[in-house]
């Protein structure tokens, strides 16, 4: 899960136009108000801005540790931190949708942007203030929506087809249907596509297996790397660093 964590993400989001709040988003109270509203050609202009490596200040309602403790636990107890502005990437800003008190927006940014910070920032520069109205989570590399699976897709796999037995409380409970639930998961190994992958035979997983380094062989094998997978036959044998040649693993999975 960590690993899937770093990748690029791409989120859909809203922001409200006239209004800061000081959670960045709807849960929190106004702190400043304006009736003015940008156009859309303001906003558009605004993007390049916030494409690129840039520095944000991370929200007062976050999860940032400020002397040991979480900011957000200091802003319920009243207290305004400072929390030092920290370098982000965004690799694009989107205009969705413009209307006349709210954009929609899609952002594909790295590990540690805070969105509701966008809106803030975004909301000052074009001097109207701006919150988060609406927040969606699209896309995590590698994962796209194709791969997505729904609650009612995981309940239909579950118990497959009902039939009429079901809702009859004297009825045996249906059993879980564990082939139809794999078949709508991803295996481990296509998760971690963005890390380099390493091929290797059946003996030297074993040896991997039990702790040990492996030569890695091969015109194409990466010769140095800082997290790398080990595959056998398409299923993960570990995570590992490439050092000089050599697989050494760090996370060892079950055969």
Not at 33 to 48: D, H, M, N, Q, T
Not at 135 to 152: G, M, N, S, W
Not at 213 to 220: F, L, Q, S
Not at 232 to 245: C, D, S, T, Y
């Amino acid at each position: 899960v960590p690993y899937v964590q770093d990748g690029a993400k791409v989120y859909r989001f809203t922001v409200a136009w006239g209004e800061e709040r000081s959670t960045d988003d709807l849960e929190g109270p106004v702190t400043n108000s304006s009736g003015r509203r940008p156009a859309e050609a303001e906003v558009r202009a605004l993007l390049p801005k916030y494409t690129g490596v840039i520095m944000q200040t991370p929200p007062q309602f976050s999860a940032i540790k400020i002397a040991g403790e979480r900011a957000y636990d200091l802003a319920r107890e009243g207290e305004t931190v400072d929390i030092p502005a920290r370098e982000i990437e965004i690799g694009r800003l989107d205009i969705v949708e413009h209307g006349a008190d709210r954009t929609v927006f899609e952002v594909e940014c790295g590990k540690g942007t805070y969105v509701r910070s966008l809106a803030r920032d975004m909301g000052r520069d074009l001097g109207c203030f701006g919150h988060i109205a609406e927040l969606r989570r699209v896309e995590v590399e590698p994962f796209t929506p194709e791969d997505f699976v729904t609650i009612a897709e995981l309940e239909a796999a579950r118990f497959g087809e009902p039939d009429a037995a079901q809702g009859d409380a004297d009825a045996p409970e249906t059993p879980i249907d564990f082939g139809a639930i794999d078949a709508l998961l991803v295996e481990t190994a296509a998760a971690l596509d963005c890390l380099p992958q390493v091929v290797v035979s059946d003996d030297a997983a074993t040896r991997i297996r039990l702790g040990n380094p492996v030569i890695i062989r091969g015109r194409d094998a990466p010769v140095e790397a800082e997290e790398a997978c080990a595959t056998v036959r398409g299923r993960l044998v570990a995570i590992g660093a490439i050092e000089q040649g050599m697989f050494k693993p760090k996370r060892v999975f079950a055969g």
